[in-house]
């Protein structure tokens, strides 16, 4: 396999984005990252496009192949790719393996999803449809709901307090509040949204234990990549990022099937991979972004990456490990918590915020100082197909 | 108690792992044949939670409350539970039943239904 560079890097801000349709969504966000790659006109030579909804909540399908023609790129080849909530990373692992293999010298990954325009009892059905369809769906758990019985026992196990869990959320929504790409761009008032009178009512339960600013927002937002020989990227002479390492495994679909349901095993067998093919340590990631659809997972995920020991990465939060700033920081770009998680954009969403911070293009109030190293974790399903990047700066 | 359930796990003849729902391929051992058994004995549970933003077919329903029980046989299985998040503790025996669970597109759907 040949080494891969990301060269280009766009998206739009994530929000209730009720003015655009899932194509203009996923267009604007392609042309962002082409631009950036220098690549206006020139475009790639393949379209890797990560969806999750479109069949099911826009009644559209084989959108690839409308997009390569809203974009001009044709004759290019065009693919969909569907894996859940790790259709991002899916569709750029695609990429990845498509540059890699030497077939293709240059690729554009989209990743969009537009979940407004439903009730939100039917997009809380779609999103439970992958779910398993008898041991699960038909009881009404949703995501969410998963994700309640699993911070239940990993609370019980590990004595972990919801004060760990609202120092994810406010230490996310802080972050959220300086990114202007982010869905919610407000910091949290702990004080208003966790202790006042009115706390019960500003932050209701949603899923025992789990309440309302545990979980992340159902938003639209697309977002988008370039992909190349590093021949090409180096023809820039700019500072570029390279795949350093790539993992992803599975795991059973359901988490009563799992012998211990706390272990994430695909998540910590996903980083294992990336690490090793990297030659990298978890000590010499410089700034990463894992999927926190819920407080609790962003603890969870940072244990089994590697960053903290398994039952230490609350108080890790607490302690101001994962802040900007911190011994690793953790969702810099707000995460999925304020950020958001339109569920195809988000794997790609995660590696363009690591983009633009290997090449130190952000604000300083959120640039991770002299980044050289970062790492994502996206997920599918309840930890049941997890890939992970890591990425590497390199300055000509 | 257990006659009345109507949800099946599968044992695989070869190591003995109780899979629940059915894999085609024992997830320990890979091997192919299993004996089809019934959830027996005391049902423990394992977790639970109560949630509040449902999806289509509840609509009667503010809170649906869901839990995890493990049967002495080893069957862990997801159901609803008929009670209060407040009457419930992790570890406390739980009795089990077969019963309407959802409507769906004109259907009623049946499953497991758990009570302290």
Known sequence: ?396 | MSEEIKLIAYRCRNCGRVHYPRCERCLTCKKREFDEIRPQGKATLLTFTAVYSLPVGFEDQQMLCLGVVEFENQVRALGQISAAPSALKEGMALTASWGAIRRREGQTLYGLILAP
């Open chain 1, 1 to 396: 396999m040949r080494p891969v560079a990301i060269i280009g890097a766009g998206m739009i801000p994530f929000g209730k984005l009720a003015d655009q349709s899932l194509m203009q969504m996923l267009a604007r966000a392609a042309l962002a990252a082409l631009d950036d790659a220098g690549r206006s006109e020139s475009g790639a030579d393949a379209l890797f496009v990560a969806n999750v909804g479109g069949g099911i909540l826009q009644h559209r399908t084989a959108i690839a192949s409308s997009l390569a023609d809203l974009l001009a790129l044709l004759p290019a080849a065009a693919e969909l790719v569907e894996n859940g909530p790790a259709s991002g990373a899916s569709a750029a692992k695609a990429g990845l393996l498509a540059v890699a293999s030497g077939y293709y010298d240059s690729v554009l990954v989209v990743g969009g999803e537009k979940m407004h325009g439903s009730p939100t009892a039917q997009i809380t059905d779609f999103i439970a449809s992958m779910t398993h369809p008898h041991a699960e769906y038909p009881y009404g758990v949703t995501m969410t709901g998963m994700g309640g019985m699993y911070a239940r026992l990993y609370m019980e196990k590990y004595n972990l307090s919801p004060t760990h869990l609202q120092a994810v959320s406010v230490k996310n929504h802080a972050m959220g509040a300086l990114n202007p790409y982010a869905h919610f761009q407000l910091p949290i008032d702990p004080e208003r949204i966790f202790d006042g009178p009115f706390a019960e009512i500003n932050n209701p339960v949603l899923a025992d234990p789990l309440r309302l600013y545990d979980l992340c927002p159902i938003s639209d937002g697309a977002a988008a990549l370039v992909l190349s020989t590093v021949e090409i990227a180096e023809s820039l002479k700019k500072p570029y990022v390279l795949v350093s390492g790539f993992g992803q495994a599975t795991d059973t679909h359901t988490l009563v099937q799992r012998d211990d349901p706390l272990d994430l095993k695909a998540v910590r067998l996903a980083a294992r991979a990336a690490f090793d093919m990297a030659r990298l340590s978890p000590a010499d990631v410089d700034v990463a972004e894992l999927h926190d659809a819920f407080t609790i997972l962003e603890i969870a995920i940072s244990e089994e990456v590697g960053f903290f020991e398994k039952g230490a990465g609350g108080d890790a939060v607490l302690d101001g490990k994962t802040c900007l700033g911190g011994q690793i920081p953790i969702n810099i770009s707000g995460g999925l918590k304020a950020r958001g998680h339109p569920l195809g954009a988000t794997g790609v969403a995660q590696l363009v915020e690591i983009v633009w911070q290997l090449r130190h293009e952000l604000p300083p109030e959120r640039q991770v100082e002299n980044a050289q190293i970062g790492l994502t974790v996206n997920f599918g399903g309840f930890a049941n197909n997890v890939l992970c990047f890591i990425l590497k700066r390199v300055a000509p």
